[in-house]
């Protein structure tokens, strides 16, 4: 089945530690999404891709960075995560015609220690 | 600013019954309207969604409502099923914006049997 997988589910990191979160999609579509979702809130857009086209949202911290290698792959970088950092991370993508609903993985749990 | 409002952290409903899920926004640029489930542990998934070319959207057992001058809409479950408990999520997008969302804080529907 055509989707989008993220990995790990969990992940536990120390204060100051630097992380990467992944997600691959099968479903070809041009763009990619990071939200960052904290408990009993609305999910965040941090960033997206359209294609290579990198786009960062106004709010989002520099402590945030993405890399998107090829159309199937996008990863998150926390370069020195801190306690306000705990959240879930959820990847999402989208065809780039009409109508379209974003696709959500599963998400990645992020606690730091 | 929150542009888009779920005001209603929570809902209980009787199986069998109705279930209506609200949603209110405050930019008149949204042109695209979804609902969204979320079960514990995974992602959200696409539900339904409308164009603000439309005042209604049907898919079985779900309903959406859209209300352009009062800037509202509602999910509309019917029957309610337990499997219906979950949060659901509206979300909104402005035409030409890459297809970025902006969600609610969700809404717990918990169906009773």
């Known amino acids: 089945d055509a989707m989008v997988i993220q990995n790990p589910r969990y992940q536990v990191t120390q204060f100051g530690k630097p992380v990467t979160l992944s997600c691959s999609q099968t479903?070809?579509?041009?763009?990619m999404y990071w939200y960052q979702q904290k408990s009993s809130q609305a999910p965040k857009l941090l960033f997206h891709?359209?294609?290579?086209?990198?786009?960062n949202e106004a709010d989002t911290p520099d402590n945030f960075q993405s890399r998107r290698p090829n159309t199937s792959f996008c990863f998150l970088d926390i370069r020195s995560p801190g306690l306000g950092d705990a959240a879930m991370y959820l990847c999402?993508?989208?065809?780039?015609?009409?109508?379209?609903?974003?696709?959500f993985g599963d998400g990645t749990r992020l606690s730091i220690l | 600013d929150q542009q888009v409002k779920q005001n209603s952290p929570s809902l209980s409903v009787q199986e069998g019954r109705i279930s209506i899920l609200n949603c209110d926004y405050t930019?008149?640029?949204?042109?695209?309207f979804l609902w969204y489930k979320k079960y514990p542990a995974e992602g959200p998934t696409f539900l339904i969604s409308?164009?603000?070319?439309?005042d209604k959207n049907e898919d079985g057992r779900f309903t959406v409502f859209l209300n352009k001058s009062a800037k509202h809409l509602s999910l509309h479950i019917v029957p309610s099923q337990p499997g219906d408990s979950a949060v659901y999520f509206c979300a909104a997008r402005v035409s030409g914006s890459a297809r970025q969302l902006t969600f609610g804080s969700g809404t717990q529907l918990t169906v009773l049997p």
């Open positions: 479903l070809n579509h041009n763009v």
């Open positions: 891709y359209y294609d290579k086209d990198f786009n």
């Open positions: 409308i164009s603000s070319i439309k």
């Open positions: 999402a993508t989208a065809g780039a015609l009409g109508n379209q609903p974003q696709h």
């Open positions: 930019n008149s640029m949204f042109d695209y």
